[in-house]
């Protein structure tokens, strides 16, 4: 681990469209092409990832398949090929460890390297790039700054192929024009209700207290006064501590009822416990709550959790019901899940938040 006295050097690599890239570079006939990898349109399923070309049709992740064919008739549909993408995973990040061992891995394609005290974060960056381009014919894109935030917002800044630097003398004027949506965790909701509060970028959000930001939204409020100053003290775990652990199901025919709904549980249940049994004993934190996440038909996604130490049929059953109450609609998705504790160090209080919208959304009297 380097020195805390150290200046921190942060470089966050990006693979760019890696599932889709990873299929052109096995199949060459498919370059220039739109072409987009997920499940098939027959299956309600939706896209995993696509590449530019099929961008520039208005495609992106998560995007119902069926959709995305109607706007890109041309498009070039194929099936994740897991084999192939977790070797070229695994090779990629065997050259990250040329470089350092203080590497945190968010997915497969994706991670943090710490390269305090090594040289110049800029000139390894580059190398890490050229060397995965010659080596395993793919483009990444880097950002290098003084924190993971400002890291992962510079690997995004000049997508595909890019390299951004922020330096510690940059941080300033760089957050203060950023947009408040580029903050990771920032999604519609927040935005939309940041944007009712006369903010749009990290400068306007400045001009929020603590206290206010904290009374609008919750635990991310802390989040959101120190991102829009540039300050992120998070280190770079080399042992992601897991949140949590989920199974879900899209029905490739909408679930009609409740009770329908209800029948799913045992099979759910199943998959989850069966999960949870694979993780090592000394890796498993205790579970602390238990949530249900059902996706409608019109697409609207809701997740409700209640405090639990494991996963009971009947908790299931009571959170389900609560959110059928709710909604009563036909069911395109069912999803259980639990929580972990997690430690309670200062290098864990500032964790990218990946569903505050939900949680925003589901807070009572938080109208703004």
Not at 65 to 86: G, S, Y
Not at 162 to 172: A, R
Request: hydrophobic residues 40%; glycine residues 6%; proline residues 6%.
């Amino acid at each position: 681990m380097p020195d805390a006295a150290v200046e921190r050097k942060i470089i966050h690599i990006d693979m760019d469209c890696f599932f889709a890239a990873v299929e052109e570079r096995e199949h060459p006939e498919l370059k220039g092409m739109p072409v987009a990898i997920g499940g098939s349109a027959e299956h309600r399923g939706v896209l995993a990832t696509c590449n530019y070309e099929a961008r520039r049709y208005g495609l992106h992740s998560a995007m119902p398949t069926r959709m995305a064919l109607e706007k890109c008739p041309d498009l070039i549909l194929r099936p994740v090929n897991m084999a192939m993408v977790k070797k070229a995973s695994q090779n990629i990040f065997n050259i990250f460890q040329r470089y350092t061992e203080t590497i945190e891995p968010l997915s497969l394609d994706e991670a943090f390297l710490d390269v305090s005290g090594l040289g110049s974060a800029t000139l390894i960056a580059r190398d890490i790039k050229m060397t995965i381009r010659k080596e395993e014919q793919l483009m990444a894109s880097a950002g290098v700054a003084p924190n993971k935030f400002l890291a992962k917002v510079a690997s995004d800044w000049d997508k595909p192929d890019g390299l951004f630097v922020i330096t510690p003398e940059d941080i300033e004027t760089f957050v203060k024009p950023l947009p408040v949506k580029r903050i990771h965790g920032v999604g519609k909701v927040t935005e939309a209700r940041l944007k009712e509060l006369g903010i749009n970028t990290c400068g306007d959000l400045q001009q929020l207290s603590l206290d206010v930001l904290e009374s609008h939204f919750g635990r991310f409020g802390q989040a959101l006064y120190e991102y829009a100053r540039g300050i992120d003290e998070r280190p770079v775990r080399t042992e992601r501590v897991r949140k949590s652990l989920s199974t879900e199901t899209t029905y490739s025919t909408d679930l009609p009822s409740l009770d329908t709904c209800l029948e799913q549980i045992p099979e759910l249940l199943h998959e989850l416990l069966h999960r949870l049994a694979r993780i090592p004993g000394e890796k498993m934190h205790p579970i602390h709550s238990i949530f249900v996440k059902i996706k409608f038909n019109n697409f609207q996604l809701t997740t409700v959790q209640a405090p639990g130490t494991s996963p009971e049929p009947k908790m299931i059953e009571t959170l389900m019901r609560k959110v059928w109450s709710r909604h009563h609609r036909p069911v395109r998705l069912l999803g259980i899940g639990v929580h972990f504790e997690q430690p309670t160090d200062d290098g864990n209080q500032l964790e990218l938040l990946g569903d505050i919208d939900n949680e925003i959304a589901s807070r009572p009297g938080n109208h703004l």
